[in-house]
């Protein structure tokens, strides 16, 4: 891990690339990244100094990185470097663009135009954002991601069930409210100031990453700046790329990031609902001797039986077919679910056929 000169080879996982964005992205293998997080220039037009009502000096984001002549030089920036991410990302692959009212309007409008494929606006919340001083506007206390496929067919990444658990088994909601940056995951420089005015906090990328994104996904964040996508990225067992122009910062992210011990591949698993996980057709298990053609398959009651067949299919009285239809067929039913419906007896017990499709499902995986 470390800068682009100390590079000779490829992929380039885990490196932070000197220079402008624009010229660093043009490095990067067409098709090699599978999510991006953009945190951009703002280009928040601030016209002058801005001080509390004491009159003391509010440290705000006056760096030249920030500046542009006008509206027509940011959009033309914004569609260079969306333009470059946009070749590296795979097919499938995703971006993430985080904003505020200067500037997340043009950049959506952008992204559209190149292709991609909005997926959702996520607010941030901020619990503890800067007052508005001059009192002549609401409070600014909330940013604006966007979540966006490379294209509209893109079978992105989403962890639906792993999101839903973690918010309390409640759907995870488009609203994430999170506090800003301080305390000791600040950086800071030699005289105790922040060394980056826009540092986001790690539970934001915490969130998009384990959202969407797997174990050994590789993010690519073209303004790097203190390295919050790569200690993240290192820590949740993702792999990065940075591009970062200022020295400064890349001195200081990639000591951050060495400094990161890794999670352990058990700490990483990831929940997945039953539409992900692989398809066991009940032929399957006829197959796999789990269940014998001959034999009988009973409700949970035992009141309700049916005969399996070689081919697959089950038969009750002056029924056949799949489990399923024949299960509802029983019920006078619409649908039925035949894994949790039907059990077949071993022993003297009465065991749901759907635990034995969990247990071809754990030797696939095991396999695998």
């Not at 992204?111 to 619990?127: A, F, M």
């Not at 591009?243 to 992210?253: F, G, I, L, P, S």
């Amino acid at each position: 891990m470390g800068y682009e000169s100390k590079l000779d080879v490829r992929p380039l996982h885990d490196q932070i690339l000197m220079g402008d964005c624009l010229e660093q992205l043009k490095k990067i293998p067409t098709g090699s990244v599978d999510l991006v997080f953009a945190d951009p220039p703002y280009n928040l037009q601030l016209g002058g100094d801005l001080h509390r009502p004491d009159e003391s000096k509010v440290d705000a984001v006056d760096d030249d990185w920030d500046k542009f002549a006008n509206f027509a030089e940011y959009d033309a920036f914004t569609k260079a470097w969306l333009s470059e991410c946009r070749r590296a990302l795979k097919p499938n692959g995703a971006l993430w663009v985080i904003g505020s009212y200067h500037n997340i309007f043009r950049v959506g409008s952008i992204l559209q135009d190149l292709g991609y494929w909005i997926l959702n606006d996520v607010v941030w919340r901020k619990t503890n954002p800067m007052p508005n001083f001059r009192g002549r506007r609401f409070t600014n206390a909330h940013e604006t991601l966007i979540w966006a496929g490379r294209e509209e067919k893109s079978k992105y990444c989403f962890h639906y069930e792993a999101m839903k658990i973690f918010n309390d088994d409640l759907q995870m909601r488009s609203d994430w409210t999170l506090p800003l940056c301080t305390g000791g995951e600040r950086l800071k420089n030699q005289d105790g100031d922040k060394l980056h005015p826009t540092q986001k906090p790690e539970a934001l990328l915490q969130r998009v990453m384990l959202a969407t994104t797997n174990v050994g996904d590789v993010i690519l964040d073209p303004f790097f700046g203190t390295g919050t996508t790569g200690a993240v990225a290192k820590q949740l067992g993702r792999h990065f790329i940075g591009c970062e122009r200022d020295e400064n910062y890349a001195r200081a992210a990639l000591a951050r990031i060495e400094a990161v011990e890794p999670l352990s591949l058990d700490a990483l698993k990831t929940t997945v609902g039953k539409r992900a996980e692989v398809r066991i057709p009940f032929g399957t298990l006829i197959e796999r001797g789990l269940i014998k053609a001959g034999e009988t398959l009973f409700d949970h009651t035992t009141r309700i039986a049916a005969s399996v067949r070689a081919d697959g299919s089950i038969a009750s009285k002056d029924n056949s077919g799949s489990i399923h239809k024949v299960g509802a067929h029983v019920q006078n039913a619409e649908a039925c679910n035949g894994w949790t419906y039907w059990h077949v007896r071993r022993g003297s017990n009465l065991v749901p056929i759907d635990l034995l499709r969990q247990q071809v499902r754990a030797e696939m995986a095991k396999a695998a």
